[in-house]
Structures are given as structure tokens and as C-alpha cells.
């Protein structure tokens, strides 16, 4: 039995965001098609689709509760695989953009996702630009946290890699699933496009992993500061994330190589600002851009309600 319920209904509208070159779509809950993993997939096409990184579902029954510039929100989430997961950093502050973007007014949303409620806070505007934070929650540490079998790593918590090598790893839960590899300083360190190409579809699918896990190689930099690598749970490389942003400050934090307070985490997309407490309390910040509004055409829609029923080409 599948643990999310049955595929919500969306308009055809949509509205595109990227936070770091990390796209996603905003749908809204209405009529038009049914987001099935096959419909998913075919909207999240680069080439036969609108193309992104994920789907956020905004879902009815918004509305301001006791604040004019709070919104209450629920939504879902979807993956390009057509998988339905727990939360996205990037992914919630599209959203957040997207209402700000309608409602100037708009400063905090407070968003139903994965069985959890997530505040965002909109800081400011320039131009098509957001300055979007997170409050993801407290993070848990360690393999239960993620569903990893603690029989897969050595007495010393690494994992086998594809060649058989020991990797430094932190299993790291921000809502979401994460196992960041941590990497030595400077070259040779294993900190590579070419490593993630293989360590991250190895990780992310690992036996030991019940549901897979977001994958990353994380390399502690100067200052305050860690480069890294993302290979996500149904994407693949991506050039930046949110979570795996949160999930490597709370993984460097932990294992003590940084003391709790702000970290910076570099990415091939760009920087995001990681706040992480002695609780492991987790702030992200970052800019969010608009890129697009748009409508699925009539001719694609019918292709969508077709695959629902199986007749496809």
C-alpha cells in the first residue's frame, strides 16, 4: 500500500521558480489533470515537457488565519521520477515566492507537507529576485533516522562504497532522507563530478536504505564554509538543494567539525546560508528568481488524461 494518498487534480496554470538553477513548478489544486507518477514525469520532461526539477502541488483551502500577511498553506510534493517526497528547501521557497509574487502583502506562510508544518519568511524583493528563509525543523542524526541498516556500516559508521572502499558518512533526516559523504580537504580527497557520478547513484539506491536517501559529498572549506556535491533521491545530479544544504551543516555540525551557529554552503548553482542550533534546529536562506508563468496546452492535456487511463502512445 502507498504511503501518500491518491494524486491530487491540478489547473493547467503554472508558475515556474529556480533557487540556484534548482527549478521547480507550482501547480494549484483545480481541474485539468491528475498528477500521476507518469503524468509527473511527462510535465517535468526537459524536452517533451515544461521541464524542472519537481512539482509543488498548492493545494485548497489557503487562507490568512490571524495575520494579513501570514499565509496557512498545504501542499505536496513530487519528484521528476513521478515519486511523491517529503520536502525540498528550494521546493518550499518557490513556493513561497510564487504567493509573495501574488500578494505582496505576503511575508510568512506557514505550509502542511509531509505530515509536518514548515514557516517561511519572505525577507524582501528585487525585481524578479526573492530573499526567501526555511524554518525545516530539527534534524536528526543517524541511521535509524533515515532508515539505513546500522549492520551496513563499520565500527567506525562508514559504508562500503561501489569499489568496495570505506566512506565517511553522516545519515542525516531534515524531513527528508540524506547521507552526506564527507570528503578529505584539497585534491585527492575524493571531492569530484566524477566521484558524486558514481558514489551518488550507488547511495542514493542502496540496499540498506529502506526508502533511498539524497546523496552528498561534502568537502569543509575555509572559514566557516563547505563546498559540495548533490546527487538527489529521483533526480540525480542537481546543481544545488536546499535540503542536502541544511543536511550537510547539520552533518558537519554533529560530527563537530563546526561549532552550531550560521555555515555557508557552496554549490556548482551558488551559495546557500545554513543556520544550524545546538538542538540541530535548521534555518535555510537563500534567493529564489521567477522565471515564468505559463498553461499547459489543450493538446498536452489530453495526452495527460490519456496516460491516466492507460492509452498513451
Not at 507518469?38 to 524536452?47: K, Q, T, Y
Request: aromatic residues 4%; hydrophobic residues 40%.
Amino acid at each position: 500500500m502507498s504511503r501518500w494518498p491518491p494524486p491530487p487534480t491540478l489547473t493547467p496554470t503554472f508558475f515556474k521558480g529556480h533557487g540556484l538553477g534548482n527549478d521547480y513548478l507550482v501547480f494549484e489544486e483545480g481541474e485539468g489533470w491528475a498528477a500521476t507518477p507518469a503524468n509527473v514525469r511527462r510535465v517535468c520532461d526537459r524536452h517533451r515537457g515544461v521541464g524542472a526539477d519537481g512539482i509543488v502541488a498548492l493545494l485548497r483551502g489557503r487562507g490568512h488565519g490571524d495575520r494579513p500577511d501570514r499565509l496557512d498553506v498545504g501542499l505536496r510534493m513530487f519528484n521528476p521520477d513521478g515519486g511523491e517526497f517529503e520536502r525540498s528547501g528550494n521546493g518550499l521557497r518557490i513556493l513561497a515566492c510564487y504567493l509573495a509574487s501574488r500578494d505582496p502583502n505576503v511575508k510568512l506562510v506557514d505550509a502542511s507537507v509531509g505530515g509536518d508544518t514548515v514557516r517561511m519568511m519572505v525577507h524582501g524583493r528585487s525585481g524578479p529576485q526573492h530573499d526567501v528563509s526555511v524554518e525545516m525543523g530539527r534534524a536528526v542524526v543517524g541511521a535509524p533516522a533515515i532508515g539505513l541498516d546500522a549492520a551496513a556500516l563499520d565500527g567506525a559508521g562508514r559504508i562500503a562504497g561501489p569499489g568496495g572502499e570505506r566512506l565517511e558518512v553522516v545519515a542525516v533526516s531534515v524531513g527528508n532522507p540524506h547521507i552526506v559523504v564527507v570528503c578529505g580537504e584539497g585534491e585527492g580527497g575524493g571531492f569530484s563530478e566524477e566521484r558524486l557520478a558514481v558514489v551518488g547513484p550507488y547511495l542514493t539506491s542502496h540496499a540498506a536504505i529502506r526508502d533511498g536517501a539524497n546523496v552528498q559529498l561534502a568537502r569543509p572549506a575555509g572559514g566557516r564554509s563547505c563546498d559540495a556535491l548533490i546527487w538527489e533521491r529521483g533526480v540525480g545530479r542537481t546543481a544545488a538543494s536546499g535540503t542536502s544544504s541544511c543536511a550537510i551543516a547539520v552533518a558537519l555540525v554533529a560530527s563537530g567539525r563546526y561549532a552550531p551557529g550560521a555555515l555557508s554552503i557552496a554549490m556548482p548553482g551558488g551559495t546557500l546560508d545554513v543556520t544550524v542550533s545546538e538542538d540541530l534546529d535548521v534555518v535555510l536562506r537563500g534567493p529564489v528568481e521567477e522565471v515564468m508563468d505559463g498553461s499547459l496546452r489543450a493538446s498536452l492535456l489530453t495526452t495527460l488524461a490519456e496516460a491516466r487511463f492507460g492509452r498513451a502512445p
